[in-house]
């Protein structure tokens, strides 16, 4: 799954136990009519693929939603959910002259110079 939204909150990495579990959270805000405030998780070596971002930044994340069941000492069971980040892309427009910007094909102008009669290879 995935979801897109900007960064809200990028939270540090934090250690837990003592064989030294990694986490970092993020926040994101979904740009829909209702936005969303969404809590993703980022565990072990995924904590480091949030280093390069900052808030405010648009972004697409691949996610895993997670769930388990806990039963408390009383014998009460209870469950929890959490979304889990796997993956994270920068969905800003690349710097000019990158060469990584281009413009998606409705932006482009249509051809008006076409000749039918020039030859054409190709099979349809």
């Known amino acids: 799954m995935e979801v897109q939204g900007k960064i809200k909150l990028i939270g540090d990495t934090k250690e837990f136990g003592s064989r030294g579990f990694q986490k970092r959270e993020l926040v994101i805000t979904t740009e829909e009519q209702y936005p969303q405030h969404l809590l993703i998780e980022f565990v072990q070596d995924k904590c480091a693929l949030l280093d390069s971002y ?7 994340i691949g996610i895993n939603l ?8 009383q014998g009460e069971t209870k469950y929890f959910n959490s979304i889990q980040g796997w993956r994270i892309e920068n969905l800003q ?31 349809f």
Request: proline share 17%; net charge negative; hydrophobic share 20%.
């Open 93 to 123: 427009a690349q710097q000019p002259g990158s060469g990584q910007n281009v413009p998606p094909p409705d932006n482009f102008e249509p051809a008006n110079d076409l000749n039918e009669e020039d030859y054409d290879d190709l099979p």
């Open 66 to 73: 997670r769930g388990r069941e806990w039963v408390s000492p």
């Open 54 to 60: 900052k808030v405010g930044q648009p972004v697409k």
